[in-house]
């Protein structure tokens, strides 16, 4: 059972009651799923709907009705100048779940993201147990990257493009059994990396949307968090998976 530490739900959360003792899950299983949509959430400040929290000025991170990819809400955040930043999201004290546990080897984190133009830099990021596996957007570049804070280890995983000032889909995938790590953008793979860890990462942790160095707006929308099984192949079950959830909102 997928619970928070505290030991709360939110209707966010779509929690799959299974008989774990000795099976595994056969199914890829959604772990949290939004469009922002009322009234899950309503409009103004994030800080406190659901499990989301905000690092940072929480006027900067507020559900709107007036851009959205799919129904009509969306997740705006106003990114501010340096050296102030906002980060919107779920993450650490709020979540620590085991995929290997429940049965599962992978987790994706993907979510439509709209951002503006300028070189302020608007990030995405999935949460394990040892590091970060994040996305940052400047200039219509995406730069995948992985941090361990540590032991301060930095990865580069890949340079892509995004869509400026229109709104892209982007994954960020951690296979837990394989201890690798993937990036797409529009469905663009930016390869598979191995998480370079001095010990294995084993629990998911969250995720969050956010940046630095604006001032700039970002929107988020169609946010999916789906867990995996043993995959045939890593890319297209991930990508299937991702879109198929995302699509059902449609």
Not at 203 to 231: C, H, K, M
Request: hydrophobic share 40%.
């Amino acid at each position: 059972m997928l619970t928070r530490k505290d030991g709360g739900m939110t209707a966010g959360i779509i929690v799959a009651v299974l008989a774990l003792s000795g099976s595994a899950w056969s199914a890829p299983v959604t772990l949290y799923s939004t469009g922002f949509e009322a009234p899950e959430f309503s409009l103004g400040p994030i800080k406190d709907q659901n499990l989301w929290r905000v690092q940072g000025d929480t006027n900067n991170a507020n559900v709107v009705d007036y851009m959205a990819a799919g129904g009509s809400q969306s997740l705006r955040l106003d990114i501010p100048a340096y050296p102030e930043n906002v980060y919107a999201g779920s993450w650490q004290k709020d979540w620590d779940w085991s995929p290997l546990d429940a049965g599962q080897t992978t987790v994706c984190v993907s979510a439509k993201v709209w951002v503006g133009s300028g070189g302020t830099t608007t990030q995405m990021a999935h949460y394990t147990d040892k590091g970060i596996v994040f996305i940052n957007m400047q200039n219509g570049m995406v730069f995948a990257n992985y941090w361990e804070p540590e032991r301060d280890l930095y990865l580069d995983g890949g340079i892509g493009l995004y869509h400026v000032e229109d709104w892209n889909d982007l994954t960020l995938t951690v296979d837990y059994l394989r201890q690798q790590f993937e990036v797409t953008c529009e469905g663009v793979s930016f390869g598979l990396h191995d998480l370079p860890t001095d010990g294995p990462s084993s629990r998911f942790q969250g995720w969050s949307f956010g940046g630095i160095y604006g001032p700039r707006v970002s929107y988020v929308d169609d946010l999916n968090v789906t867990a995996l099984p043993e995959p045939a192949t890593l890319l297209f079950m991930v990508l299937g998976s991702c879109l198929m959830a995302r699509h059902k909102r449609h």
